[in-house]
C-alpha cells in the first residue's frame, strides 16, 4: 500500500523561512508525479508547487512563485518544499500528493493525484 508521510511543519515567523518533506516509502518515487496542495481553515484545498516524474519539471501557484521551491532526492524517496519570505497568508495544512504519471507536466489540480498524506501544519505568525 503506498503512502506518503509529511513532516516538517511548524511555526515561523513572517519572513522566515521553512521546508516541509514529503517521505515516500511505498513506492518507486521516480515513476511518480508529485505535488502539495494546502488548505487554510475555512478555504478548499488549493494548488502549491508540482514535480513531474524524473525531477525534470516543476509547476508553481502564481501566489507561491519565486518564494517557494519543490525538489525531490530519488535515492532517498523524499519530496521537499522549502518555502522562503512567508507570510501569514501561507498559514495552512499542506498535503503533498502522488500520481503514477510519465507526464512531461505535472498537473495542478487535485483530482488528478491519487495518493496523499495526512498533512503538517504550517503557521506563519508573529
Known amino acids: 500500500q503506498a503512502q506518503l508521510v509529511e513532516s516538517g511543519g511548524g511555526l515561523v515567523q513572517p519572513g522566515g523561512s521553512l521546508r516541509v518533506s514529503c517521505a515516500a516509502p511505498?513506492?518507486?518515487?521516480?515513476?511518480?508525479?508529485m505535488a502539495w496542495f494546502r488548505q487554510a481553515p475555512g478555504k478548499e484545498r488549493e494548488f502549491v508547487a508540482a514535480i513531474a516524474w524524473g525531477l525534470q519539471n516543476t509547476k508553481y501557484a502564481a501566489s507561491v512563485k519565486d518564494r517557494f521551491i519543490i525538489s525531490g532526492d530519488n535515492a532517498k524517496n523524499t519530496m521537499f518544499l522549502q518555502m522562503n519570505s512567508l507570510k501569514p497568508e501561507d498559514t495552512a495544512v499542506y498535503y503533498c500528493?502522488?500520481?503514477?504519471?510519465?507526464?512531461?507536466?505535472?498537473?495542478?489540480?487535485?483530482?488528478?493525484?491519487?495518493?496523499w498524506g495526512q498533512g503538517t501544519q504550517v503557521t506563519v505568525s508573529s
Open positions: 511505498g513506492f518507486t518515487f521516480s515513476n511518480y508525479a
Open positions: 500528493a502522488a500520481v503514477r504519471s510519465f507526464a512531461s507536466m505535472p498537473r495542478d489540480y487535485a483530482s488528478w493525484y491519487n495518493i
